[in-house]
């Protein structure tokens, strides 16, 4: 058994809508937002680290609390650290106890949360809930070793394709949200400034952003869990990052950023799992290789699904034959 210090928030430790709201109501019930400029001296020691000029101007007059005041402006947050019990959960009525906060509801979503609490960090999001991410000191235990090994070619309408032939589709209800943030945010851009009306519209696209990030967060984790738990070894592309910034057009900025959270997931499950992720350079040309006699085929362009081998005459799914040569690379790397 190995002791790793891990991030345990980008684990999504965080509170539902209905809960979220709750621990919102009872926090304003114990003390009020006050709650803040009174906060315990970690609290404010690491807030000073993250919004230091901010809270020299508030010590020295010329400024209000940098606190939770602006309901827009950046993420609020506030992180305490785990001293003496000060940070306690009770697992079976799911409350968690905060410095100067007291104990304060949390939504359950069926993981344990486990001992060995570094710190807490409490934020806000943009619509008003509340969320705490917990940072963990864990014990990982390596699965057993498996003998599975898979390519993985990340696609642009489907989101990946695997060499075992699976497919990982782009799930449709992300789509559906992203179109229908789309339309709220034209809404928000039509309503006057300082306007209610501007205000209920900009909640509605908030909570419709908060919804489409956590779908993918959801989504991103359940595959990519799925994928270390099934593999030993797990070959993928390397981000061009430059590329990724370079790029214009929308869907393959998102798709590209979404990849990107992908990679870094499975870059952490795999060190946790005792699992190798091996990545591939990115001008490596997976899709032009014959996967059965790696002739180049140098014609090949972007719209061709299919193609057939020159040289031996195979007849390639475009990207089943890219995820298969991406594997061979990878196992290629890791032998040599
Ligand atoms: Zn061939």
Not at 283 to 288: A, E, Q, T
Request: charged share 30%; hydrophobic share 35%; with cysteine.
């Amino acid at each position: 058994m190995e002791w790793r210090i891990e991030v345990y928030k980008s684990e999504k430790r965080y509170l539902s809508y209905k809960a979220c709201s709750a621990m919102l109501t009872q926090i304003k019930a114990t003390s009020g937002p006050e709650w803040l400029v009174e906060a315990d001296k970690f609290a404010l020691q690491n807030s000073l680290r993250d919004l230091d000029a901010a809270f020299v101007n508030y010590f020295e007059g010329r400024a209000g609390y940098p606190g939770f005041k602006s309901k827009r402006g950046p993420k609020q947050s506030y992180q305490t650290n785990f001293t003496n019990g000060n940070i306690r959960i009770d697992r079976v009525r799911h409350q968690i106890k905060l410095p100067k906060v007291g104990w304060v509801e949390y939504a359950a979503d069926g993981r344990e949360i486990p001992d060995g609490i570094i710190n807490v960090t409490v934020s806000r999001t943009p619509s008003g809930k509340y969320f705490a991410s917990i940072l963990c000191e864990v014990a990982m235990k390596s699965l057993s070793a498996g003998g599975k090994e898979v390519g993985m070619d990340m696609g642009l309408k489907k989101f990946a394709i695997l060499s075992t032939g699976e497919v990982i589709e782009n799930p449709g209800y992300y789509i559906t949200a992203r179109i229908k943030l789309a339309k709220l945010q034209r809404a928000l851009s039509k309503k006057k400034k300082g306007s209610k009306n501007r205000e209920k519209a900009r909640l509605k696209v908030a909570r419709q952003h908060e919804k489409v990030v956590n779908q993918r967060r959801d989504f991103q984790h359940k595959h990519s869990k799925k994928l270390v738990v099934e593999n030993q070894v797990i070959s993928m592309e390397e981000l061009r990052i430059k590329n990724m910034v370079k790029n214009r057009k929308l869907a393959k900025a998102i798709s590209d950023a979404a990849w990107g959270e992908f990679q870094r997931l499975m870059e952490y499950k795999a060190r946790w799992y005792g699992r190798t992720l091996v990545k591939v350079g990115p001008f490596y040309p997976s899709s032009k290789l014959c996967e059965k006699c790696g002739t180049k085929n140098a014609m090949l362009t972007l719209s061709d699904r299919q193609w057939q081998c020159p040289k031996c005459g195979t007849v390639h799914d475009r990207d089943l034959n890219a995820a298969k040569n991406i594997l061979a690379e990878g196992k290629r790397i890791l032998a040599g």
